[in-house]
C-alpha cells in the first residue's frame, strides 16, 4: 500500500503536501469506517469519532474484516507478515463518541447523515475546535459545498473529498472545490487522496459532482422503463452489462447504492437543476415508504435472502 512520505511538520497556519498524518473521521456507517480503513492501512493515524457506541462496535469489527481480507491478499505466503499488517493498521484507529477527541488532526472528514443543517453544525463547531491548520473536508454525495461550509471562517481550508461504497474497494474519490479553497489546501487533499491508494478527479461544486450528475439520469430512467413495462429488471441489468460493458446492472446498482440514497440524489439534483429527467419516480417513492430499500434490507428492486 501507498505510504505517507514523512516530512517535518509545518505549524504555522498551513498543511503542506505532505504534512497529513492525523486524520479525524466524523461518522461510524460504511462510510466513515471504510474511509478510516483506508487512512490506517496508508499508515496514519486515525480518530473515529460517532456518538453511537454500536455504531463504532460494527465499525471496528467491520474494519477488522476487511483488513484481513486485504492483509491476505498483499500478503498471501506469510502469515506473519498478514499479522503484523492487521495489527499495525488496527492499532492505528482510535474510536471515541466525544467530537473533542478528534480535534487535534490535520484532516477532518465528516461522513454523517445527509442533512445539511446537521452538517452545517458539525463544521461550526470544528471551525472553533480544531487548530488552524486542520483541513476540513465532507464526505456528501450531492449537498453544496458551500452551503454546508457557510458558516465556517476556515473557506480557504474546507472542500469536498466523496468516496464511493464500498470506500476500500472503490478505487476513484472526487475532490470538490469550494469557492475559496486555496490552491495549497486543494493541493494537500489532492496528494492525501493519492497517497491512501485513490485516483483522484476534481470537481468544483456544481450539483451530484460528476459521478451522480451523470450517473442520476442513467438510474432515473432504467427505473422508469422498469416501472412502465417496457421490460423485465433483469432483462434491463443483463442489457447494460453485457451490452454496454458495465459490471452491474442499474438497477441492481440503485440496490447496492440504496433506494433512499438513490431518491435522495435525485431529489436534490431536480431541486438544483429544475432538469425533469430527476424528477420524482412513483416506483421509487413507493418502494422506500415501505422501507424496502435495497440489499441492506433484503428487498428492494429484487429480494435477497439474508
Known sequence: MNKIIGLTRNFSNTTSLNAIKTVTVVGGGLMGSGIAQVAAQAGLNVNLIDLKPELLENAQKSIQNNLQRVARKLHKDSPAQIEAFVKDAS??????????????????????????????????????????????????????????????????????????????????????????????????????????????????????????RLLGPYSAEAMRMYERGDATKEDIDIGMKLGAGYPMGPLELSDYTGLDTNKFVLNVLYEKTGNPVFKPIPLLDKLVAEGKLGIKTGEGIYKYKK
Open 91 to 212: 492499532q492505528r484507529i482510535k474510536v471515541s463518541t466525544n467530537l473533542e477527541d478528534g480535534v487535534q488532526a490535520d484532516l477532518v472528514v465528516e461522513a454523517i447523515v445527509e442533512k445539511l443543517d446537521v452538517k452545517q453544525e458539525l463544521f461550526n463547531k470544528l471551525d472553533q475546535l480544531c487548530p488552524e491548520h486542520t483541513i476540513l473536508a465532507s464526505n456528501t454525495s450531492s449537498i453544496s459545498i458551500n452551503e454546508i461550509g457557510a458558516g465556517i471562517k476556515r473557506k480557504s481550508k474546507f472542500g469536498g473529498l466523496h468516496f464511493f461504497n464500498p470506500v476500500p474497494v472503490m478505487r476513484l474519490l472526487e475532490v470538490i472545490k469550494s469557492e475559496q479553497i486555496s490552491e495549497e489546501t486543494y493541493q494537500a487533499m489532492m496528494e492525501w487522496g493519492k497517497s491512501v491508494g485513490k485516483t483522484c478527479i476534481t470537481c468544483k461544486d456544481t450539483p451530484g459532482f460528476v459521478v451522480n
